[in-house]
């Protein structure tokens, strides 16, 4: 059974940091690219960053500059990085696993930005 749990979503000030992790199943983490993506109240979800099996990554114009994902290997560990938080990164956010065939998402894990 292919899991996803996240984990690290809190209420941080403006300004602040926050790392958000998940944890992949093992039969998946090597072979799929990861991402986070995120749903705002009324808002479509949205890619926020991707890690690719060979290890590129992009992002939303959004968060450039401000967000940076990374995977552990031996934890089969996807995180996310994010400083100078804004209230407008607030959302629900997941974590997601894709390849051509399967798109497997977390539960979410909810980032609040308010002062």
């Known amino acids: 059974q292919v899991q996803l749990v996240e984990s690290g979503g809190d209420l941080v000030q403006p300004g602040g940091s926050l790392r958000l992790s998940c944890a992949v199943s093992t039969s998946i983490f090597r072979f799929y690219d990861l991402g986070w993506y995120r749903q705002a109240p009324g808002k479509q979800r949205e890619l926020v960053a991707q890690i690719r099996v060979g290890g590129s990554t992009n992002y939303a114009d959004s968060v450039k500059g401000r967000f940076t994902i990374s995977k552990d290997g031996p934890k089969n560990t996807v995180y996310l990085q994010m400083n100078s938080l804004k209230p407008e990164d607030t959302a629900v956010y997941y974590c997601?696993?894709?390849?051509?065939?399967?798109?497997?998402w977390g539960q979410g894990t909810q980032v609040t930005v308010s002062s």
């Open positions: 997601n696993a894709k390849n051509m065939f399967f798109d497997y």
